[in-house]
């Protein structure tokens, strides 16, 4: 019998639990980029509660494509020291941390938002580069592995998406020309440094001609074959679809069949706020590892109580107003 709180494996790294604290932007004030003691606070209770394993807030990747003012940025001086403080604090609770690496449009000096058919093939070698430096520099800071977004609305999730993808090239045309942006950074990431990689992934696009649930398999199996260690399901929207639980029995269903094609960890997330029908997913279906990121808006440490049986319910509504508001802090309980 499985249950959240198990001693487990995510391919390399050893987890205290079954929950990942996925993704979020940044919302609490930095100065000059520098992360201030109220982060490192956060990181502290989230890591003492219980969590598996903990991804950052998004890292931009590149200047001018900050999500908003807050947004961790890989390229200011101070991330590295910043960021190596960061891991091994978390790595004091022997919690391992990934860090969520994305950008949302690319621009060539002063050309902003070029379109992915309009990227160039210096362009393309560019962004290659970039996400292996950044790598090096993650490594260097620390982090155990880092989490690509090719979910959600990112650049690389219409890149790899034939609904905006109609390239002629190699970078085009099909789901592997579609994916050797990505699959060749993988590649040379993991022949280069020891790094987790995990990949954030939409389990369909939902608009016509997007991508499907078949060729979103087909894509996670090409992620392993290259070198992934593990993927995030997720959807395209996310979290405005994450209303109600129930919603997310599709998602369940789609890791399900997933499972079956590839031999890597992957992990559900969306909608979770119930501690009861957590165990009962990883123990009823082929899902080994559940996200969640609400619940530990509305509450930092609520993992404990989980534990210790005082709640098995989040105080999380979902209402998503901490999103419409693009603040990570609650709403209702902060
Ligand atoms: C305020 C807020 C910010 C978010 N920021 C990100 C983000 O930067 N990157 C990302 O991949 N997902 C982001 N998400 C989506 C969450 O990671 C998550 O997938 C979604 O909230 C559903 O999971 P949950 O029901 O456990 O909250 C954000 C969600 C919220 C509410
Ligand atoms: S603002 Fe709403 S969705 Fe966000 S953490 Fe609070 S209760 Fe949950």
Redesign the pocket.
Known sequence: MKDIFDNCQLGNLELKSRIIR????E?QHINNSRLTQDIYSRYKTIAESGVGLITT??IAMYPRDT?EKYTHKIYSVDFIHDFKKLTELVHEYDVPILA?L?FVNFNRGIDMNIDVNDLTMDDIRKIQTDLIMDAKKLSFAGFDGI?L?L??N?FLSRFINPYFNQRKDDYGQDTFGRMRIVLEAIKVIKDNYNLHVNI?INAYDGRKGGITEEESIKMCQLLEEYGADSIQI??PL??LY?THEEINNELIDYCDKLSENINIPLIL?????DKNRINSIINERNIDFV???????AQKDFLLDWKENKESISR?K?C?N??R????TCYYFD
């Open positions: 996925t993704g979020l932007w919302s807030e998004l999500f969520q994305e989490q977004a979910g959600n990112f954030r997720t959807k996310s979290p994450f997330g969306g909608g979770l706020t996200s969640m990121y609400r619940p530990f808006v999380c979902m998503n901490c999103y508001r693009k603040n990570s």
